[in-house]
């Protein structure tokens, strides 16, 4: 069975950083991008950015480019996304998630990042 | 970026109705158009994958179609669990783009 563990709930000081990990168990991370997708409260989904585990290659959306750098360790199966300079705007549930080929769909239970002082 | 108009953006029906949550896509994204259910405090939850095509496990009485640029989610006689929030999702280029959400909820 395919399972994507988040980290636990984040607390952060406005202008630090937190990372977040999602651990893959059930499927080589090398064989399919992952994906990270945020939520702020009572709002919509929201693309943050892809990495190829295989080889790191990234890509981000444009308000993301600066905020989020993605990671990946295939040694452990575990993805990260580092979120720099927290604002209280970062306020928001952050997901990782495994999208491939026709149904291929698989997603963390997402983490909530607090930014407060 | 391709831009994902969702309509309506609130949903009011009753058990056993048939409602229809629309996406219209700003640019051509030809079939890759995903669907996600999303429930309360869940992970979203693919429901249609490749515009119509149905995901593993997903009842009979969702289906996906497409009209040009206009892309629909179905649901045949609600039942109460189809209560949530639906998203579409443009997977065809970078950045991947969602459709603002439709809350279905009883009317």
């Known amino acids: 069975e395919v399972q994507l563990q988040q980290s636990g709930a984040e607390l952060g000081k406005p202008g630090t950083s937190v990372k977040l990990s999602c651990k893959v168990s059930g499927y080589n991370i090398r064989n399919t991008y992952m994906h990270w997708v945020n939520q702020r409260p009572g709002k919509g989904l929201e693309w943050i950015g892809r990495?190829?585990?295989?080889?790191?290659?990234?890509i981000y959306a444009e308000k993301f480019k600066s905020k989020a750098t993605l990671t990946a360790d295939t040694s452990s199966n575990t993805a990260y996304m580092q979120l720099s300079q927290l604002k209280s705007d970062d306020t928001a549930i952050y997901f990782c998630?495994?999208?491939?080929?026709?149904?291929?769909?698989?997603w963390g239970q997402g983490v909530m990042v607090t930014v407060s002082s | 970026d391709i831009q994902m108009t969702q309509s309506p953006s609130s949903l009011p029906a009753s058990l056993g109705d048939r409602v229809t949550i629309t996406c219209r896509a700003s640019q051509d994204i030809g079939n890759y158009l995903r669907w996600f259910q999303q429930k309360p405090g869940k992970s979203p939850r693919l429901m249609i994958y490749?515009?119509?095509n149905l995901a593993a496990g997903v009842p009979s009485r969702f289906s996906g179609s497409r009209s040009g640029s206009d892309y629909s989610l179905t649901i045949n006689s609600l039942e109460s669990e189809d209560m949530a929030i639906y998203y579409c999702?443009?997977?065809?280029?970078?950045?991947?783009?969602f459709g603002s959400g439709t809350k279905l909820e009883i009317k």
């Open positions: 990495i190829d585990p295989a080889n790191g290659n990234t």
């Open positions: 999702l443009q997977h065809n280029e970078y950045p991947l783009t």
């Open positions: 998630a495994m999208m491939g080929y026709g149904y291929f769909d698989y």
């Open positions: 490749g515009a119509t």
